[in-house]
């Protein structure tokens, strides 16, 4: 029994219930179906015949309603799996009705009088037109044909009958959705009721059905074609309905654009899976409107993760609102009061789920209909944006907002940043001296809703007319998607001086010119089986392209790129095998071993990125079809470096988002706003390990220029935080244990400065190794007694291992405020621990109160435990305008042999080794080193302290067991020199306190027999 065969007894069925009239006053279906059956006997044996038919059938249909449960689980699921698994459900109902199918086979020849009678009764419903009405008052059942719009009305004002069951099929060629409103109703709402649902060509039920009373007067269902069941029980009875349905146009939409109207829908994916990593941009607008009202008719989202996120825009300051609606399936209906929104899908890295319908409705009058908004959205990968332009026609009226979103469907889960060059800018102030200007902001979606990342100008002298001048790569936008909106001022004169350009794209689309890049072609021969490529920039492997490669090929490729801290990849052609060859990218460390997970590239999958500045591609195929070979493109991807100086109002800090960072790492960032009080932090993504990665925030006390004992620690736990300051000093602390990702931490800054008289010259170092000195190209000459000079020091590291930054003291001058004065001009070097910045040494450290103090050379005065450090110069007022302060000092990531502080050892042959820290020279205050020893196969293990020059009463050796969890640690002194402790690994740890440094020592480990 095929399928169709067992949907059309299902049709019949329903078409029985119906009973409606078809050749005459008094005869109905069920008539014609009974002498059809019957053989035209006498009324006794008719019956009889169609007693038995419907019993049969209502089996069918019980089975037929069950397994379509089944079936709609498997839809949401899987649409092939759906369709490849129909047939076989069906198969099992019909083994399940054997027993009598070869009857349903004779019923079925029996039927033709009654399938003409169907044809009959289609014809005359259709010759009826698209009347408000398609079905007469009384019709309990039918078909129903429209193309917009229509009504059933049943028995309206009459009543009706016990045990009624009317159904009516409604059909919309062209619509993506049918929406139903009961507008009048007498029936007991108890127990009698309409069902809607939506169903198929052959009926069957698609989706769950919607009960309609005077309690519950719509609903929707989406497709073509729907069932209403009227159905009433078999005690009270009531009157009618009329029953208004609108059929309703779905596209699935691109992702995103923009929407101009009262009423409508927006459908993005609804019945299909969207990808991670979405961000889907609408602008909807409702000019003429007060409120617009959303609701979300369909979804499958990620109930957890993934969901639209609604925003308004102020059309006072043109910025988006902080006041972000979340909707999805426990928050489906939401009002809004503004006549324009931003709406945005959002899905998350983890799961995914099927798309969404989402229903939109304006009400109310405009109360601004002066603001005038010119919205656009772009969709390409990559293009650029202008005022004036076609996109922003020239118009400067202040009630004036332009709005543009950039966003597009992502072809793959894996993301590739969206890239901002800013080309030229110019903005005018509002009146003449006045520091308010027009403005154009960027915007980025995030989890919580719309950020900005950018504002321009950012910076402002309070001149007429202030100029951005170009700057590549000025932002990073990590989905494929942003808003920008420029709001002009009022203005005193008509001529409109602001201009401005940028453009954005893919790290591809921004370097693929030879001429820009300056790269070759390829740094490879076309047939070069593999080899190692070294670029600045990026590159290309040509391998065999339009050429037949071989079996069982294997040709691997080394790409660096010296400074990159991530490569993308793209596959530009490719004529391989699909299915079995393929190439393959992965990160690798400088001894060429493997450090992330390989992603593999074909034509259905053609980018890829990975961290770090060295790369493994593989090109394989198999023992199978071969084919021709490829163009492999690469491009250098600059993450945010491990610290910086960010001079701005407003913005976003990211580091390692969605990538994972190391153990032991210190990020230093030095985030000042000239001109405001108050510096706004709020952390939008992290990955922490929770216990004891995060950031840390201090000030600088502008009198003393010293950090304040103010930490303020940032996590997920503790994301937002407001510090009453124009500059603070950012940390990013990773500890020895766990790691995680990184984050996005956004900035933003507000009110008046309350010390405009000082000055900051803040900078940021990230070589290994370098000179700062006083007076230079870092920290200029300036007597001031208002400058405090800030420089940090931080970078990247490629391992978890610690070794220390080496400081050599070369010289130094340093003046007293006035004669007989023992107040100087001040060095302060700091350095990040777990729990702040915490002083290391302070130049002048010691004084007689003379005019000048000068510091005698020294090497390695100094050892920080990371790669970090921060130092801050302030001088003094003094009597003359002569400066004779003067210093330098050095710094070097290089450690020697004596100066590693901490690591893990072990012994220089089989019985013994040693530990020589500082041992002829001082260590400073505040160290903490700890050594992982580790002698094979030794049960205990023997130490012996042979030179110390400890402070003791304050600074400690101390040996554990790896393998001891309730024994103390053991403190070796110039008293107590030996320790045997249980082996085959041992901690050593060396500490020093805030005051008196000593010297170093030597300490032998062996095996202890």
């Known amino acids: 029994m095929r399928l169709n065969t067992l949907c059309s007894y299902f049709q019949a069925l329903l078409l029985f219930c119906a009973a409606t009239s078809v050749n005459g006053e008094d005869e109905t279906v069920e008539s014609v179906v009974k002498r059809s059956l019957s053989g035209d006997s006498d009324e006794e044996i008719a019956s009889e015949a169609f007693k038995n038919f419907m019993n049969k059938v ?21 649409e092939e799996m759906y369709k490849s698994h129909t047939e076989l459900m069906f198969a099992r109902i019909a083994t399940e009705f054997g027993n009598v199918k070869e009857q349903l086979s004779t019923i079925e020849n029996r039927l033709a009088g009654f399938e003409n009678t169907c044809i009959s009764f289609d014809n005359r419903t259709k010759q009826m037109g698209t009347t408000e009405s398609s079905l007469s008052g009384d019709s309990c059942g039918g078909l129903i044909e429209e193309k917009e719009f229509g009504e059933i009305i049943y028995k309206e004002g009459k009543p009706y009958s016990n045990s009624e069951n009317c159904m009516w099929t409604v059909v919309a060629p062209d619509a993506g959705m049918i929406s139903f409103q009961l507008v009048t109703s007498g029936f007991e709402d108890c127990c009698d009721y309409i069902t809607v649902r939506s169903i198929d060509e052959n009926g069957v039920s698609t989706g769950p059905s919607s009960r309609l009373n005077s309690l519950n007067r719509t609903a929707s269902v989406s497709g073509s074609r729907a069932n209403v069941i009227f159905s009433s029980d078999s005690s009270v009875t009531g009157t009618g309905f009329t029953l208004r349905f609108r059929l309703r146009q779905i596209k699935d939409g691109e992702c995103g654009g923009t929407i101009i109207g009262d009423k409508g829908m927006i459908s993005y994916k609804s019945k299909t899976l969207y990808l991670n990593n979405e961000r889907c941009a609408w602008i909807l607008h409702s000019p003429n409107s007060s409120s617009i009202t959303l609701n979300l008719l369909e979804e499958g989202f990620e109930s957890c993760c993934d969901y639209l996120l609604v925003n308004t825009i102020d059309p006072e300051t043109g910025w988006i609102r902080n006041d972000t609606k979340k909707i999805k399936g426990d928050s489906k209906t939401q009002t809004i009061e503004e006549s324009l929104i931003v709406i945005v899908f959002y899905s998350d890295y983890s799961k995914t789920g099927c798309g969404f319908s989402l229903e939109y409705s304006s ?25 004036p332009s076609s996109v922003w026609n020239e118009g400067g009226e202040s009630n004036n907002i332009y709005v543009v979103g950039v966003s597009k469907r992502v072809q793959k889960p894996e993301t590739l940043p969206t890239v901002v060059d800013w080309k030229n800018g110019m903005f005018r102030s509002s009146t003449t001296d006045s520091c308010v200007y027009d403005s154009l902001i960027v915007y980025e979606p995030f989890r919580d809703g719309w950020k900005a990342r ?37 203005n005193e004169n008509r001529n409109n001086a602001t201009r401005f350009s940028f453009s954005y ?10 001429t820009e890049t300056g790269r070759t072609e390829s740094s490879l021969s076309n047939d070069s089986c593999g080899g190692v490529i070294e670029e600045k920039e990026s590159g290309e492997i040509i391998y065999k392209e339009g050429k037949r490669y071989s079996n069982s090929e294997n040709c691997m490729w080394t790409v660096i790129v010296p400074d990159a801290g991530m490569i993308s990849f793209q596959l530009v052609t490719s004529g391989f095998e699909d299915c079995c060859d393929y190439i393959t990218v992965n990160s690798i460390d400088q001894d060429g071993v493997s450090t992330g997970t390989p992603s593999k590239l074909n034509s259905l999958n053609r980018t890829a990125t990975v961290s770090g500045s060295r ?29 910086g100086v960010i001079r701005a109002d407003r913005g976003v800090i990211s580091y390692k988002t969605g990538l994972r960072y190391l153990d032991n790492e210190r990020c230093v960032w030095t985030l000042h706003s000239p001109n405001s009080s108050i510096i706004n932090l709020n952390l939008l993504e992290d990955g922490f390990e929770s216990c004891c990665d995060y950031l840390l925030v201090n000030t600088i006390d502008p009198e003393t220029g010293r950090i304040r004992n103010d930490t303020r620690k940032i996590k997920g736990d503790n994301k937002t935080h407001t510090i009453e300051d124009s500059l603070i000093v950012i940390v990013f602390v990773s500890d020895h244990s766990n790691t995680g990702n990184g984050f996005s931490l956004e900035f933003s800054s507000s009110g ?36 405090i000079y800030v420089v940090g020091f931080s970078k990247r590291v490629q391992n978890s291992q610690t070794l220390p930054t080496v400081l050599d003291w070369k010289h130094g001058v340093f003046q007293s405020s006035t004669t007989g004065s023992c107040e100087y001009d001040s060095l302060i070097l700091y350095e990040p621990f777990l729990d702040g910045l915490k002083e290391r040494a302070q130049f002048p450290n010691q004084t007689d109160c003379q005019r000048v103090v000068t ?9 920080f435990n990371h790669h970090s450090f921060l130092a801050i110069f302030k001088p003094l007022s003094h009597e003359n305008s002569v400066n004779v302060t003067r210093f330098s000092f050095s710094y070097d990531n290089q450690p020697r042999a004596d100066s590693i502080c901490g690591g893990i050892l072990k012994p220089l042959d089989a019985k013994f080794g040693q530990i020589a820290y500082k041992k002829a020279r001082k260590y400073s205050n505040n160290e903490h080193c700890t050594w992982t020893v580790q002698v094979p196969q030794a049960e205990r293990l023997l130490f012996s302290l042979i030179q110390t020059g400890l402070e003791e009463c304050c600074d400690s050796i101390s040996v554990s067991s790896h393998n001891s969890r309730t024994d103390s640690p053991f403190r070796l002194t110039s008293v107590n020199r030996t320790v045997s402790v249980e082996g085959p690994r041992a901690t050593v740890t060396f500490t020093s306190d805030t005051s008196v440094a000593g010297f170093g020592f030597l300490l032998r480990y062996q095996k202890d027999t």
């Open 505 to 514: 794209g893919s790290p591809f689309d921004n370097r693929t010119n030879e």
């Open 855 to 863: 510091v005698l050379p020294e090497n390695e005065f100094l050892a």
């Open 454 to 490: 950018a504002w321009f100008p950012n910076q402002t002298d309070c001149q007429p007319l202030v100029t951005v001048p170009p700057e590549t790569e000025l932002l990073k936008i990590q989905q494929n998607s942003f808003i920008a909106i420029f709001k002009p001022l009022s």
């Open 363 to 387: 009400s109310g009058e405009n109360p601004n209909p002066e603001i005038n908004f010119i919205v656009n959205h772009l969709s390409e990968p990559n293009g650029t944006i202008e005022y």
């Open 615 to 643: 790369a493994r591609v593989v090109f394989s195929s198999d023992s199978s079809i071969t084919g021709n070979g490829f163009t492999l493109r690469f491009v250098i991807g600059h993450l945010a470096e491990c610290g």
């Open 752 to 787: 008046e400065n309350p010390d405009p008289e000082i000055n900051y010259i803040v900078n940021h170092l990230s070589e290994p190794n370098g000179t700062i000195e006083y007076p230079s190209s870092v920290w200029s000459e300036g007597r001031e007694s208002n400058n």
């Open 58 to 78: 209502n089996l069918l249909e019980s089975s037929i309603s069950n397994m379509t449960v089944g079936m709609q689980q498997l839809v949401s699921q899987n």
